[in-house]
């Protein structure tokens, strides 16, 4: 069910789990995904074609992203 704007290069593993995932979701069965990895790989656009996906699939709405701030140096 996917769409022509969530295609995501080399991704199609990743996003046919994220739509399983949605699937599970919408029948009420709880999930949760996590997308990480080395800076560069295509997270953020990964992340954008998952709320294509819901926002496509149900009415589900997303808040606007608002930028964190992190610390200089973490804790050790």
Do not use: N, Y
């Amino acid at each position: 069910m996917r769409t022509p704007d969530s295609a995501v290069l080399e991704r199609e593993s990743e996003l046919s789990r994220i739509e399983a995932a949605l699937d599970s979701a919408a029948r009420g069965e709880g999930r949760v995904v996590l997308i990480e990895g080395r800076a560069g790989i295509g997270k953020t656009r990964l992340v954008q074609a998952t709320r294509d996906l819901a926002t496509c699939r149900s009415r589900w709405s997303w808040p606007p992203a608002r930028p964190r701030r992190t610390p200089g140096r973490w804790p050790s």
